[in-house]
């Protein structure tokens, strides 16, 4: 299990964010929403992406 953040993406809301990893079946516990200049940035637990896509973010900014 790995505690490492990987950070998926920039996203132009905090909800939009949510909408996504929630998508992925991922839990709000494994998910960081950050801001970064007018939107915000994505990470999430490396643990939580285990026997996911490589890519977890097939469109983006």
Do not use: C
């Not at 079946?25 to 970064?36: C, L, N, Q, S």
């Amino acid at each position: 299990m790995s505690f490492a953040w990987r950070k998926i993406g920039s996203f132009n809301t905090p909800a939009e964010a949510e909408y996504w990893y929630r998508q992925q079946g991922i839990a709000h516990t494994d998910a960081r929403v950050d801001k970064r200049g007018d939107g915000v940035e994505l990470s999430v637990r490396e643990s939580a992406l285990e026997g996911k896509d490589d890519d977890p973010r097939p469109y983006g900014y």
